[in-house]
């Protein structure tokens, strides 16, 4: 792997600090003020907030196990017996936009027309006719500062409305670390917008089924770049290392492995033994029976997948609970 002999540096546009530019990364938040610098433009953004850091370290030795506790297959001492070894709070990045749109929209709509037919029967005849409407509303999108990395947290639903003004104290204050987004804010900015633009459509074609004409105004109203903070914690059981992944600011487990407990691996082994003999008895069945052919097949297909099922079992010693 090539290595750069000068790592790539900026300075600060608010207080003037040297900080590195990590590969990819479209900002730098600065490690001595706090201020998000555009590498693009060169500007310091204006608005920079963050969700606060409600859960510290030693609240999720609790919420961990607690959570894994519904979880079947976790050892029955789990609780007890794991080692809480690191908690690394991570402050990742997200755009946030506000728009306000409104579409006005034209085309063909369609409708169903019941007139009264026979005294039998009743004709229902669907018809079209132009329509025309309006889409007025206000829409928030969130743009993830990841492309590749890190999907667990993309998906996530994070509560803009309780935004604060990011305080790079309070971050170091339980040694967080920054991840700065490598989405540059010109293309957060066009997915959003593309997002904003097909929700309209969306609900046009909820009412028409043609358009025939558009005019629409989309406004944006506000710009953030929003740091959340999330916990990675990594714990052991006896020779087993695990981690979870926890929304700092919700205290919500995201995902966490936990090992399988020795009786529910016992329970795999007995689905394969099961499985290997009745797959046996299939295959004598289908060779000396020709008459119970199909039947011996059919039970060697049904058994099978008893086999995999067990094997997965017995073989899989860390599993992974999420919702
Ligand atoms: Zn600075």
Redesign the pocket.
């Known amino acids: 792997m090539a290595t750069q002999n000068k790592p790539k540096q900026i300075q ?1 546009g ?2 003037q ?1 040297g900080n590195p530019v990590p590969p990819f990364a479209s900002v730098v938040t ?1 490690d ?2 706090g ?1 998000s610098n555009e590498l693009k433009s060169g500007k310091v953004l204006e608005n920079h907030h963050m969700l606060s850091i409600y859960f510290s370290g030693s609240e999720l030795q609790e919420l961990v196990p607690q959570y894994l506790s519904k979880f079947v297959g976790v050892p029955s001492d789990f609780a007890d017996k794991t080692i809480f070894k690191e908690f690394e709070l991570r402050m990742m990045p997200f755009w946030v936009f506000k728009f306000s749109g409104k579409t006005q929209y034209k085309g063909i709509g369609k409708y169903v027309n019941s007139s009264q037919g026979s005294r039998w029967s009743k004709s229902i005849d669907i018809r079209r006719r132009p329509e025309q409407g309006n889409i007025d509303m206000d829409q928030t999108c969130l743009v993830f500062g990841y492309p590749e990395q890190h999907r667990e947290i993309r998906d996530e639903k994070i509560p803009v409305g309780s935004k604060e003004a990011f305080d790079i104290n309070a971050v170091k204050r339980e040694a967080g670390v920054i991840y700065d987004t490598e989405i540059g804010y010109d293309d957060a900015y066009g997915f959003a917008l593309g997002q904003v633009k097909s929700r309209h459509q969306q609900l046009i074609y909820r009412e028409i089924v043609q358009i025939d004409g558009m005019n629409q105004d989309i406004d944006l109203q506000e710009v953030s770049y929003l740091h959340v903070p999330f916990y990675r914690v990594t714990y052991s059981y006896g020779n087993w290392t695990g981690e979870a992944l926890v929304d700092a600011a919700r205290g919500k487990v995201l995902r966490a492995e936990y090992p399988i407990s020795k009786g529910h691996r016992i329970w795999g082994l007995g689905a394969i033994i099961l499985a290997l003999a009745m797959i046996a008895g299939g295959i004598i069945l289908a060779l000396v029976l020709p008459a119970w052919n199909i039947a011996g097949y059919v039970a060697i297909g049904i058994f099978a997948g008893f086999l995999i099922f067990g094997l997965k079992e017995t073989l899989t010693k860390k599993k992974v609970a999420a919702e």
């Open positions: 600060c608010y207080c600090a600065c001595s003020c201020m």
